[in-house]
């Protein structure tokens, strides 16, 4: 990738909602920033530090609340690799009424979330852009969130802290979601902030039962399985050789906008075609025992093609209740999106050639083929 034309990060970077401890060690284990990147950081020090006796109170407050409503039910999970559709099966599942989700509020100000944030929500919802940096999906107040940046902004493992920093882009990407060289501690810490957070979020929802979507999570079913043993997982794949390039356009715009580091020697394409195996071949190893009312598999091209029977399967084989009652909602919803542009990629023979020399497996599993 090329470094020629780099743009910087809004001024107000996301970890501007981190914690102490989580900037603190982000800021000084990921090598040095340029000096036009110091304002953000300086920027992020003084938003963590100004908030600090403020998430701490509300830590606080979250083990008062706790103790006074009944259990967190089990979550739902959607996984798949990243640009594999997961996006907008969420975005549909949620118009249930259901299920409580994640909102844009949630990913910024995790800590702050039933305190500060509350007070300063309409500034900050005006402050959300038109659409997701990476493609054309709409950022509402109310649209659904993967937790992933929220994440980042309580541990320092999220393969977020690779965009940030990609110096040690790699790093922390294995690190972040695959926990490569972690300790036990490590790991042990990024589960209890991980309960916190989805405790958190079933207070913020009204006790309702949490739908997260989280690619991340892909590589993690087996962990959240034995954290959450009543948990259920929907796994969506889409043809590899359209994830390819949207992922390539992925990382390009992410680090556009969030790098604090120069990030032109990360070779995406090497990076994206080693890193995609291991991460649907953890999920399917990691399925491979699980009951079929915990687990199913569907694609995104017939979730496109076909959604309502898709959904009613995704409904009857994980015996949950609601399809009749959400499905008017579904259709609803499926209607305002028809008209929806994707991004659109060439798909030269070279590139699905590598695909294929890369990925065959998968490609076989499915019965996909090159875009014409």
């Not at 990076?271 to 990691?286: N, Q």
Request: proline share 9%.
């Amino acid at each position: 990738m090329s470094e020629k034309d780099q743009e910087g990060p809004r001024l107000f970077h996301p970890l501007s909602g981190s914690n102490v401890a989580t900037l603190f060690n982000v800021l000084t284990t990921n090598g040095t920033l340029p000096a036009n990147r110091l304002p953000h950081a300086a920027m992020a020090s003084l938003a963590t530090l100004g908030r600090f006796p403020f998430y701490t109170l509300e830590k606080l407050y979250v083990e008062w609340l706790k103790s006074r409503r009944p259990p967190m039910k089990p979550p739902i999970f959607i996984v798949g690799h990243w640009r594999g559709g997961t996006t907008h099966l969420y975005n549909v599942m949620v118009k249930s009424d259901t299920f409580g989700f994640v909102p844009p509020l949630a990913t910024g100000l995790p800590w702050d979330l039933l305190g500060i944030a509350t007070i300063f929500r309409p500034f900050l919802e005006k402050a959300l852009p038109e659409d997701r940096f990476i493609d054309n999906v709409p950022v509402k107040p109310d649209s659904p969130q993967e937790d992933e940046i929220a994440l980042a902004n309580m541990t320092p493992l999220s393969f977020y802290h690779g965009l940030y920093f990609p110096k040690k882009f790699e790093e922390n990407f294995n690190r972040g979601v695959f926990f490569d060289g972690c300790s036990e501690k490590e790991i042990d810490d990024w589960k209890k902030i991980f309960v916190y957070f989805m405790e958190k979020m079933s207070l913020h929802q009204g006790g309702k039962q949490l739908l997260i979507k989280n690619p991340t999570y892909t590589a993690r079913v087996k962990m959240l399985h034995d954290m959450y043993p009543n948990a259920k997982f929907i796994h969506i794949h889409r043809n590899p050789f359209m994830v390819f390039p949207s992922m390539k356009n992925f990382y390009v715009k992410l680090f556009k906008e969030l790098a604090l580091q120069p990030y032109g020697h990360v070779d995406i394409d090497e990076f994206v075609l080693k890193t995609y195996p291991r991460v649907i071949g953890a999920v399917l190893e990691d399925s491979k025992d699980l009951p079929a009312n915990k687990f199913i598999e569907i694609s995104h091209e017939d979730m496109e093609q076909n959604p309502l029977p898709v959904l009613e399967r995704v409904y009857t084989q994980l015996e949950m209740p609601g399809f009749d009652e959400a499905k008017p909602k579904f259709a609803a919803y499926l209607a305002s999106v028809e008209n929806y542009q994707k991004n659109k990629y060439a798909y030269p023979e070279e590139m699905t050639n590598k695909v294929r020399d890369n990925w065959g497996a998968f490609v076989d599993r499915w019965g996909y083929a090159p875009p014409a």
